[in-house]
């Protein structure tokens, strides 16, 4: 497309509804040796999070060694870390959330946030030929411009605790429908297609892939992240809850997904609960 904004091209009636029963097919979702135990498709939510972690915690979604899907043509109260807002028109973005149960250590669930942000890189990737990096912990950009955010929560559950991962990822939006000049969309960036069945279909594919092998090898995810972050080897300012602020290198990226940033006084390694903000400075 050689259009100053390439997704102009795209009208709402280019925008056709997910094929929820073609997803569970393609997935053999609840059939036998089939991680996907459930997938639901709505017209409208507030948010897929809550409404996915609601239902765990009752023991309606949800069960250990499987994992259960809820995708919103629309969501209207879509949020990210820190409760920032997150909103898209309706059927231009894929708003998705999964409820899996991790059978891995409690120690390394710190890393389900950045496994998330690993999976969604990489499915762009190979799905609509855009390479995106990611801003530790998960925004997914491509240059400095976000394409998707990630926002994971743990939940418990009758049968013990669980995560709901959460995605929002710009698809066929223009540039007139983005909240803020720093986004972007697939199409924006002249994606080889902003097709949402086959984009989503390739995120949870991917998704059940990266996360057997977290489960079994997490040394493997740490070297898939570092090879995606866009935020190592740059200067950053590190915004605290408290107000204040670390500046430095970013430098690497430790065994449990924590950021480690040299400093003027010595190295800090600050976790995903810790930090408000990254911004890099150079």
Request: charged share 20%; with cysteine.
């Amino acid at each position: 497309m050689t259009s100053a904004d390439p997704s102009s091209a795209f009208s709402d009636l280019e925008r056709p509804p997910l094929d929820a029963r073609a997803l569970r097919r393609a997935l053999q979702v609840g059939q036998p040796g089939s991680w996907w135990r459930d997938l639901t498709v709505v017209d409208s939510t507030g948010s897929t999070n809550a409404d996915l972690a609601a239902a765990a915690r009752t023991g309606e979604a949800g069960q250990p060694g499987g994992a259960a899907v809820l995708v919103a043509e629309h969501q209207l109260t879509g949020r990210g870390r820190l409760h920032r807002s997150w909103q898209a028109p309706p059927r231009s973005a894929l708003t998705v959330s999964v409820l899996v149960h991790p059978q891995a250590p409690m120690a390394r669930w710190p890393w389900l946030p950045l496994l998330s942000g690993v999976v969604v890189a990489e499915a762009v990737r190979r799905a609509a030929g855009v390479d995106a990096t990611l801003k530790w912990p998960n925004d997914v950009l491509v240059e400095d411009r976000k394409l998707a955010g990630v926002l994971v929560e743990r939940v418990e559950t009758p049968v013990g605790p669980a995560a709901v991962l959460g995605i929002g990822l710009n698809v066929s939006a223009t540039r007139a429908e983005l909240p803020v000049v720093a986004a972007t969309s697939l199409a924006l960036e002249q994606a080889s297609t902003v097709d949402r069945q086959t984009i989503l279909l390739r995120l949870l594919r991917t998704l059940e892939a990266l996360h057997a092998a977290w489960t079994d090898a997490p040394d493997k995810l740490q070297d898939s992240y570092v090879r995606r972050c866009s935020t190592l080897g740059c200067q950053v300012r590190v915004e605290l809850p408290d107000g204040s602020e670390v500046v430095g290198l970013a430098e690497s990226v430790d065994t449990s997904g924590r950021l480690v940033v040299a400093t003027s006084v010595g190295r800090r390694t600050l976790a995903v609960g810790d930090v408000r903000h990254v911004r890099a400075t150079q």
